[in-house]
């Protein structure tokens, strides 16, 4: 569900024209949904509403304090992986009760920041970084509260670059040392454990996975227990795939009819760390075409954003929908859809049938709300693109088109 709809033949973001936001701020914009953004996380909040829960929005999704602010007054907390992710998290009025921070390389400064910050608990992903908090916290004469990211050993059937919980992987604890692991915890003066962590990867469209993983997390609770340690939360990761093309994911109310019975009586607070489920379908990215090319074998529509606004097609040969703002008669045609940055990788569709565009003409791109602008560079010294937030029949830019200025700034 989201609110980009054609009225007539013109795409609107909820009772805002498009091609009037492109006109008056410009392209490539990113354009975010106000709506679709609360729909989704109350969705997300309802599916859960059986048990103590906590949904921390994944910041790397989408870091935007406009954003971070709506999931907030909805009650949302954050989950983090670094030191600025928390600024943001904080700057947007997010409860440090409510803010989890995982990430296998956090720094001694970023340790001191959440500690000072109070922030709920750190998901750690190694012995060392274990040791390290709780030197840290000590140096504060603090108590780190802690969660240990185990890796369950399952497969999410997803892209390669973004499963992370196989045993291969560098996130996480393996699953067959994690009693071990926590014993060594329970030792440290300045931690105390509350929680276990698990993220088994992204864009997972089934629910077995997610099913698998947290049977082996609840067994690993229930040992954990009878060993005299006690875990208060269980972090379930982010994860939840959405349609980009034509992938039928489960509903978030599907994912928790088929966990809440599993977790129901273990006693716990569940967190979740959902990103894409609850930005990615929320937002888009606007591009005019510039020209239109023939090679010799293909045809290339050339338009105003590159891989430096949207990495996603070149990183992942992920699918972005790409539809016209204004449907018209016409031909359509196949042709790489690619933008002005001097790769050969430098693309936002290959091989793809659309409608013939003019020269001049507005294309959205479909779901790049999550990973879109956060991923986002300043790569051949192009300006990062505006953001706006429509909300009803008003939109607000959240944040400026950067200037020629903002690229050199701190450079001497
Ligand atoms: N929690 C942890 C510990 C994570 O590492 C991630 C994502 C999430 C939560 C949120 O996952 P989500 O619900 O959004 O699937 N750049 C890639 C995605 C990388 C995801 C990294 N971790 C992409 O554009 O597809």
């Not at 729909?39 to 910041?59: K, L, M, R, T």
């Not at 296998?104 to 274990?130: C, H, Q, R, Y």
């Not at 329970?186 to 509350?194: A, F, G, H, Q």
């Given at each position: 569900m989201h609110d980009f709809t054609y009225i007539g033949n013109e795409l609107y973001c909820e009772k805002v024209s498009i091609r009037k936001i492109a006109q008056e701020v410009g392209t490539p914009v990113y354009i975010y949904s106000?709506?679709?953004?609360?729909?989704?996380?109350?969705?997300?909040?309802?599916?859960?509403?059986?048990?103590?829960?906590?949904?921390?929005?994944?910041?790397?999704?989408?870091?935007?304090?406009?954003?971070?602010?709506?999931?907030?007054?909805?009650?949302?907390?954050?989950?983090?992986?670094?030191?600025?992710?928390?600024?943001?998290?904080?700057?947007?009025?997010?409860?440090?009760?409510?803010?989890?921070?995982?990430?296998?390389?956090?720094?001694?400064?970023?340790?001191?920041?959440?500690?000072?910050?109070?922030?709920?608990?750190?998901?750690?992903?190694?012995?060392?970084?274990?040791?390290?908090?709780?030197?840290?916290?000590?140096?504060?004469?603090?108590?780190?509260?802690?969660?240990?990211?185990?890796?369950?050993?399952?497969?999410?059937?997803?892209?390669?670059?973004?499963?992370?919980?196989?045993?291969?992987?560098?996130?996480?604890?393996?699953?067959?040392?994690?009693?071990?692991?926590?014993?060594?915890?329970?030792?440290?003066?300045?931690?105390?454990?509350?929680?276990?962590?698990?993220?088994?990867?992204?864009?997972?469209?089934?629910?077995?996975?997610?099913?698998?993983?947290?049977?082996?997390?609840?067994?690993?609770?229930?040992?954990?227990?009878?060993?005299?340690?006690?875990?208060?939360?269980i972090d379930a990761g982010g994860g939840l795939g959405i349609r980009y093309k034509d992938e039928e994911p489960p509903h978030p109310g599907e994912l928790g009819k088929a966990l809440l019975p599993l977790i129901k009586d273990a006693g716990c607070t569940l967190i979740f760390e959902p990103g894409r489920v609850l930005a990615g379908n929320a937002g888009i990215l606007v591009t005019r075409v510039l020209y239109l090319k023939t090679g010799e074998t293909k045809n290339f529509v050339i338009v105003d954003a590159g891989m430096n606004d949207l990495i996603r097609p070149s990183l992942y040969e992920a699918h972005h929908e790409i539809i016209p703002i204004e449907k018209r008669e016409g031909s359509s045609f196949k042709a790489d859809v690619v933008g002005p940055i001097c790769e050969s990788g430098d693309f936002l569709a290959k091989d793809r049938k659309v409608m013939k565009p003019e020269p001049g003409e507005l294309l959205a791109v479909m779901s790049a709300g999550a990973y879109g602008f956060t991923m986002s560079s300043n790569y051949n010294s192009r300006p990062r693109v505006a953001e706006v937030m429509v909300e009803g029949d008003k939109y607000t830019v959240i944040r400026k088109r950067e200037s020629y200025e903002d690229l050199i700034r701190g450079e001497e």
């Open positions: 106000s709506n679709t953004l609360r729909n989704h996380y109350q969705v997300f909040d309802a599916a859960f509403s059986g048990i103590p829960h906590i949904v921390c929005f994944a910041v790397k999704a989408n870091s935007n304090l406009s954003i971070l602010k709506l999931f907030a007054s909805e009650g949302g907390g954050a989950d983090i992986v670094s030191g600025g992710e928390l600024f943001r998290a904080l700057k947007a009025g997010i409860d440090p009760q409510k803010i989890v921070f995982a990430g296998i390389g956090k720094t001694e400064d970023e340790i001191s920041f959440a500690l000072k910050s109070n922030i709920l608990m750190f998901n750690v992903e190694s012995p060392l970084e274990l040791k390290k908090i709780n030197e840290v916290a000590g140096n504060l004469a603090l108590k780190a509260r802690v969660a240990l990211r185990v890796n369950p050993d399952i497969d999410p059937k997803t892209h390669p670059y973004i499963s992370t919980g196989l045993k291969k992987s560098k996130f996480g604890i393996a699953i067959k040392n994690a009693i071990e692991e926590y014993q060594l915890a329970s030792t440290l003066p300045n931690i105390e454990i509350v929680g276990i962590h698990k993220h088994i990867g992204s864009q997972i469209t089934e629910v077995s996975p997610f099913v698998a993983a947290m049977e082996r997390i609840l067994d690993l609770v229930k040992k954990l227990k009878e060993s005299g340690i006690d875990i208060k939360y």
